[in-house]
């Protein structure tokens, strides 16, 4: 009897037109960004403080412009910089190439102690295992007439070269044939070189929890034998990363919890040298934000509308998005892109997503749907917050 009633109940809300709830719990996978702990901002003006709520839906038509979650921006170095003492350079210091040509600045630390070097006042010993004075291995000059002459603040008595191109790549030992007390900073730019150091980082790191970043090296072959990396705030305070090493690539872990400016870009630096001595440096960019909000993983579904769950650590405007995606002919179709922003207080709320029925009907596609690359932001602040890049599947 009990039975039937409840049958007798659901045929009546069907002919009625009455749309039923479906709970659905939004999944998460390794590569998503994703809000462990909440983070409340310091007060600060906001980018945005409109209160009304705006909603949009628009087709895709089959494009997968929207669908797929954006991918890291891979930073690619040739390049590396070590310090030198005044007695390392009096001794000789190794550079390492592997393609002829490489370009070397040799810049001085603080301010310049008696005349600056000169190519004259340099040894340079080539991978034959010939000494050179070091104009004779030189094929272009930067001196401090030419360096002033561009306008750019480079450091005041730096000598700038390139290595002649008939001397071949390999190691070369560079050496000051006059007393030095002045330390240096040696950048090696192995122009020509096929090997290189990559370094993707995320799009953002989230204060108050760990980030991942990949990278390593191509075009030699040789594993990693050591590597290390820090952050550096845009204030230029330096935060320590851990970096572990697997063969030629690395991982990188670290979070922006202990330094002190959050409002600009961060630079994430790694440095890496192989089993054969080859060292590259490679750097990126990349924002922080406050986790002032999250999705907390439930989603109720009427019909065409999504009710996303949020939990919010301060007041402000926040936005959802994500992609509707049916089944057509070839499998897995994008097919309508929506979003919805609205202020919420501190505490739980929820943001609604609908989409246009008209739109999916002319799309042609059929079940199973899915949300797929699923966003929340912080309007008011100018960040993003999570990306879940499957979402969840009905």
Known sequence: MKLQKTVLILAACLQGGVTLAESLQLRSEGNDLRVSVLTAAPDSPLA?????????????NGSAAGFTTPSAFTAVSREYRIPVSAKALAQGVSVRTTAPGAVLALSPVGSVNGAALGPLDLTIK??????????????????????????????????????NRALGAGEFVVSANKRVTQHYVL??????????????????????????AAGGFSGNNAPIERAAGFLVSPNGDRVPAEVSIDGASFDVKANATDASSFDGLWELHVSAVDANGLQRDVKTALAAAYATARLDGTIEKRGLQFEFGIEAAIAGRYEVSAVLVGTGASGPTPVLMGASA????????????????????????????????????DQSRMAVLERVAQGVSF
């Open 126 to 163: 080539t991978p034959a295992g010939a000494t050179l004075r070091g104009s004779d291995a030189m094929d272009q000059l930067v001196d401090q007439r030419a360096i002033a002459a561009t306008g750019v603040p480079f450091s005041n008595g730096m000598i700038g070269f390139r290595f």
């Open 342 to 377: 609205k202020w919420l207080e501190r505490g739980a709320g929820h943001i609604t997503l609908e989409f246009d029925a008209a739109a999916l009907k002319a799309a042609g596609v059929d079940a199973p749907f899915a949300l797929m690359s699923v966003a929340l932001k």
């Open 187 to 212: 950048h090696v730019f192995d122009a020509s070189s096929r090997a290189t150091l990559s370094l993707a980082a995320p799009e953002q790191a989230l204060v108050g929890q760990t980030f991942r």
């Open 48 to 60: 945005n403080t409109r209160r009304e709520a705006v909603s949009f839906s628009m087709p895709l």
